[in-house]
């Protein structure tokens, strides 16, 4: 069986290759740390990623951590080389139409850019399942789950 060799090789260069992008910023709200990666992989990849680091990927449940974490990304050079967005943990994978966050937990807070999600304009209804919170506009897109072209993670990992 080469197989499981060879994903255990991959997910170690995959892990050893990940760029950490810059400093991780502590919540005000809650114990968490944010963790800024450029690297543009899949929604999958990237939950893998943080997986590996002890976290998720992140969780936005209110405004306030928009804010804090656009504030950052607007304050620094993090996703200077990205012109579309960040991965973050909601997604509809489950149960097309239904979000939830990768922990499962489902959260009033939602911060949907006008018309999203769409699913690309609804042409395929089933087709994006993944959201990047945009840098741009500070707000959230449907995108397919494979989409690595300009897209950036961020995970989250409790400190304590
Ligand atoms: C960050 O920049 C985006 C894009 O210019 C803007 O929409 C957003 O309001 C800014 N957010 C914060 C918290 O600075």
Not at 110 to 137: A, F, I, M
Not at 139 to 151: A, H, L, N, S, T
Request: charged share 20%; glycine share 6%.
């Amino acid at each position: 069986m080469k197989y499981p060799i060879v994903a255990f090789l991959l997910s170690l260069f995959f892990v050893a290759t990940c760029a950490y992008v810059e400093h991780s910023i502590i919540s005000h709200t809650t114990p968490v740390e944010y963790h800024f990666f450029e690297d543009e992989i899949t929604w999958s990849e990237a939950q893998t990623h943080c997986k590996s680091i002890g976290g998720d990927l992140v969780r936005i449940y209110d405004q306030t951590t928009n804010d804090l974490i656009m504030a950052h990304i607007n304050a620094s050079d993090i996703g200077a080389n990205i012109d579309s967005g960040f991965w973050i943990g909601y997604n509809d994978q489950r149960v097309e139409g239904t979000f939830e966050w990768v922990s499962g937990f489902v959260c009033p807070y939602e911060n949907w850019g006008p018309g999203e999600p769409n699913n690309n304009d609804n042409l395929d209804p089933s087709g994006q399942d993944c959201v990047q919170l945009r840098k741009d506009t500070a707000q959230w897109d449907d995108e397919y789950c494979g989409e690595i072209r300009d897209k950036a993670f961020i995970c989250e990992v409790e400190v304590c």
